[in-house]
């Protein structure tokens, strides 16, 4: 099972420079979540989607925007990098324990912006 | 203050040790509560969870949960060398999920 793919694993971009990372989930799950995590701070919610064709703002949402493009589908968009987005994110989903705290979770896209 | 405390460690402890990871939180309105552990350059993924108080055992690993205190605690009995990872709690309301920092546990052989 994939389970959640994010897609790029890696990169780099130049400040002022625009990319999205994209996530799909092949559980049939109908929550999803960008977050990002960074060293000391935990991980912390950027955007989330209830269900499709929904999306909310979390913890800290400034400099991103989202697309629910499907249920499978959440992709994560820097429109103007700059050097505090630098972080690993992480995209997860959640079926019915979504209330009980059971995420899954991808294997993170590693983002440095100089 | 954090809403989610959690000593970042590092941890080291020989084999077989007993292991105790700890978070504290100040919102009283979280009822689950949960541990997630992650390794090197991977996501994170579901341990344990346990609703409100109260104790929950999974084979090596006992989860605690002392609400009236705002303290939960997750062991690790015999530990081994696979255990090595970051260990994350977070705790839940409603859907809304905050998590502590992680705690960078290393079992050594």
């Known amino acids: 099972n994939a389970g959640v793919t994010q897609t790029p694993k890696f990169q780099v971009l130049k400040t002022g420079q625009s990319m999205t990372l994209q996530c799909a989930q092949d559980m049939n799950h109908n929550s999803m979540y960008w977050y990002r995590q960074d060293p000391g701070m935990g991980l912390r919610l950027i955007y989330y989607s209830a269900s499709e064709g929904t999306t909310d703002k979390g913890e800290v949402p400034n400099g991103y925007n989202v697309s629910r493009l499907n249920k499978r589908e959440f992709s994560l968009r820097l429109e103007s990098a700059a050097p505090s987005q630098t972080s690993v994110y992480f995209c997860?989903?959640?079926?019915?324990?979504?209330?009980?705290?059971?995420?899954?979770f991808g294997e993170g896209s590693r983002l440095t912006v100089l | 203050q954090k809403e989610v405390e959690q000593d970042p460690g590092p941890l080291s402890v020989p084999e077989g040790a007993i292991v105790s990871l700890n978070c504290t939180y100040s919102n009283s309105a979280f009822q689950y509560f949960m541990w997630y552990r992650q390794y090197s350059r991977k996501g994170p993924e579901l341990l344990m969870y346990?609703?409100?108080?109260g104790n929950k055992e999974d084979g090596r690993f006992t989860a605690q949960v002392d609400k009236s205190s705002k303290y939960i605690s997750l062991f690790i009995r015999d530990s081994q060398p696979s255990d090595s990872a970051t260990y994350l709690c977070?705790?839940?309301?409603?859907?809304?999920?905050?998590f502590g920092a992680g705690t960078r546990l290393t079992v050594k052989p």
């Open positions: 346990t609703y409100s108080s």
């Open positions: 977070a705790m839940s309301a409603l859907g809304d999920m905050r």
């Open positions: 997860a989903s959640a079926g019915p324990g979504q209330y009980t705290g059971e995420l899954f």
